[in-house]
C-alpha cells in the first residue's frame, strides 16, 4: 500500500488519439499505489471514459490525478465538462463511473471516483 501522501499527475489535451497515454498513465502508476489488476483495469476504463466526455465536451485539457491511502483509490479529474447522459449520448458516463465507484461530480466540470481495494 502507498503512503497517504502518494499521487500521479497528468495533464493532457482534450484529444482522442491520447486515449493510449491516459490508459498507460494509469497503468505505471498502479505499482507506485499498490492497486491491484482488477483496480487497474477499472480505472483505465474510467479514465478512457473522462477524457471521451472531456471531448465531447470540447474541453481544451484533461488533468487526472490518481492517489492510494488508507485501503481505498480515488481518481481526480478536472476539465471533464458536464457528463453526459443516455439522452445525451449513447454512454450514460455517469451511470458508468458511479456503478465503477463512489462518484461525486462539481459543476464546474470536476470529477472524483474512489473506491476500496479490490479483495
Do not use: H, K, Q
Not at 51 to 67: G, I, K, P, S, Y
Not at 77 to 100: K, M
Amino acid at each position: 500500500m502507498s503512503d497517504a501522501g502518494t499521487s500521479f499527475r497528468l495533464r493532457v489535451a482534450a484529444d482522442p488519439a491520447l486515449g493510449v497515454t491516459v490508459r498507460t498513465f494509469v497503468r505505471s502508476s498502479a505499482p507506485g499505489l499498490g492497486l491491484r489488476d482488477e483496480d487497474v483495469e477499472t480505472l483505465c476504463l474510467a479514465a478512457t471514459e473522462l477524457l471521451a466526455n472531456a471531448v465531447e465536451a470540447d474541453e481544451r485539457a484533461l488533468e487526472l490525478t490518481l492517489e492510494a491511502a488508507d485501503g481505498r483509490w480515488t481518481l481526480r479529474a478536472t476539465g471533464v465538462g458536464p457528463l453526459r447522459t443516455v439522452a445525451d449520448a449513447e454512454i450514460d458516463r455517469r451511470a458508468l463511473l458511479s456503478g465503477l465507484a463512489s462518484l461525486a461530480v462539481d459543476p464546474s466540470g470536476e470529477v472524483e471516483l474512489s473506491a476500496a481495494f479490490a479483495d
